[in-house]
């Protein structure tokens, strides 16, 4: 888990499939303030490498990949612009 | 955090993945108002783009009925609507593909004496008319206003397109000072026009006017863009500002709306 890292905000998108986990994870990134972080929880393994690839495209911050359980994922992005 | 239904987020997930659109900019197309000028060739277009875009409010004026012999080209309307006023016809179109615009219906027609009170409270203007007289008022009265105006035309296989921001960049008058003389401009019996022709340069226009309403990019200020249809080429013009236009000069002559008749084509 990302006990090292305290979240700003969490968000949960089990049972999202693409695009719609980049969609919400990229709204509750805009609703944030550059600095904060962001932790989503997710199982749709795709995602696991696209969030990842297309918040970096965009300018943020990747902090950590975890795999929590056999089904889900956390992903933890710091928020590095507008 | 943001207020999108999930169908909204559905309809506009692959705007608000664009880092140049996002979340906020999408917000931005739906509390927008653009007027659009003709609900003909170039309004179809210009109207079901931004009704598809989600841009909040659209009003459309024109005082045509559908008629067969527009549907070669006028891409909002079918044989269903024969008859029927163009901008109602236009309004069933865009409001089914999108029940999230309202689409404003004005079955009249543009003068000097209501465009003034027609246009103020929306954010951009589209020129999709087909006649010098109303370019030219729609041009002075966005001037006199303050109002960015995207003002498309075409004619057999050319169509232009130039963008217009009031005490930016130039006007149409910098472009072309006078309507050109009437027996210059063919009537509309000799007008042909590729039909598809307007929806290559309606869609340009929509472009411009979403790139307006969110702030990104470039849009043609100072430029005319020609596209040729038969030879499929696009050719840019630089159209500075000229500090003595008669209407958005440093000393304007045309201080208010002009009587703009004349016995052009106007498509009837
Ligand atoms: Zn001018």
New interface residues.
């Given amino acids: 888990m990302a006990e090292d890292i305290k979240a700003d905000k969490k968000i949960n998108i089990k049972g999202l499939v693409c ?2 986990t ?3 994870a ?3 990134v ?2 944030m303030e550059v600095g904060q972080v962001l932790e989503i929880l997710l199982d749709y393994e795709e995602a696991l490498r696209s969030i990842p690839k ?1 918040m970096e ?2 300018g943020q911050k990747v902090l950590k990949v975890e795999k929590i359980n056999d089904t889900d994922w956390i992903l933890v992005i710091r928020k590095e612009k507008e | 955090m943001s207020e999108f239904t999930e169908d909204q987020l559905q309809r506009y997930s692959r705007h608000i993945i664009l880092p140049e659109v996002g979340g906020k900019g999408q917000k931005k197309l739906l509390n927008a108002k653009v007027f659009i000028i003709g609900a003909g060739g170039l309004g179809c277009p210009v109207g079901y783009y931004l009704a598809a875009a989600g841009v909040g409010t659209i009003a459309m004026i024109d005082n045509d009925e559908v008629e067969l012999s527009n549907l070669q080209r006028q891409i909002a309307h079918s044989v269903k609507t024969l008859g029927k006023p163009k901008v109602e016809s236009a309004k069933n179109t865009f409001e089914s593909l999108n029940p999230d615009v309202n689409v404003i219906a004005l079955k009249q027609r543009i003068s000097k004496d209501n465009i003034m009170d027609l246009i103020k409270d929306y954010d951009v203007v589209v020129d999709g008319s087909d006649n010098f007289p109303t370019r030219y008022l729609v041009n002075d009265a966005c001037v006199m206003a303050g109002k960015p105006l995207v003002s498309g035309a075409i004619l057999r296989f050319e169509g232009q397109v130039t963008t217009i921001i009031p005490g930016e960049g130039h006007c149409y008058r910098c472009l072309f000072e006078e309507m050109p003389p009437a027996g210059l401009v063919p009537s509309c019996q000799e007008a042909g026009v590729l039909g598809v022709l307007p929806g290559v340069v309606g869609g340009l226009q929509a472009t411009e006017v979403l790139k307006l309403i969110l702030g990104k990019g470039d849009v043609l200020k100072n430029e005319l863009l020609i596209y040729n249809a038969l030879k499929t080429t696009f050719r840019k013009v630089k159209v500075p500002k000229n500090p003595d236009c008669p209407v958005c000069g440093s000393n304007p002559t045309i201080k208010k709306l002009l009587d703009y008749d004349a016995e052009y084509c106007t498509m009837q």
Wanted: proline letters at 8%; hydrophobic letters at 30%.
């Fill in positions: 695009p719609y980049f969609v919400k990229k709204l509750a805009e609703d297309s495209d965009h």
